[in-house]
Nanobody
Framework: QVELVESGGGVVQAGGSLRLTCAAPGATLSHYAIQWLRQTSGKESEEVACISISGARSRVADSVKGRFSISRDNNRRLAWLQMNNLNIDDTGIYSC?????????????WGKGIQVTVSS
């Protein structure tokens, strides 16, 4: 079992930035592809970004392309979602997930999520 913990959420004004961190205390995050998901009001959960196990490949959703980026440091066992130029539509609960195959495959573990609120 892998516990995932998100941090870095909060309230930010439109146009601002936040960096979310995904950590796996006591586990080897470097064995998993990492996905960031979000649940926004009135919408189904969607993948925001995903990065491969090695970090060599990543992708972001069209809705956040050019504003969000995903990265990881396997030595530090951390992954990040950098969110720039945030807008009100980005408000929601963001969570990270880990999968032992690759992006595009089913994830195995999920964090509880963290609230991101963008104010006007």
């Amino acid at each position: 079992q892998v516990e995932l913990v998100e941090s870095g959420g909060g309230v930010v004004q439109a146009g601002g930035s936040l960096r979310l961190t995904c950590a796996a205390p006591g586990a080897t995050l470097s064995h998993y592809a990492i996905q960031w998901l979000r649940q926004t009001s009135g919408k189904e959960s969607e993948e925001v970004a995903c990065i491969s196990i090695s970090g060599a490949r990543s992708r972001v959703a069209d809705s956040v392309k050019g504003r969000f980026s995903i990265s990881r440091d396997n030595n530090r066992r951390l992954a990040w979602l950098q969110m720039n130029n945030l807008n009100i539509d980005d408000t929601g609960i963001y969570s990270c997930a880990a999968g032992n195959i690759d992006c595009g495959y089913a994830m195995n573990y999920w964090g509880k999520g963290i609230q991101v609120t963008v104010s006007s």
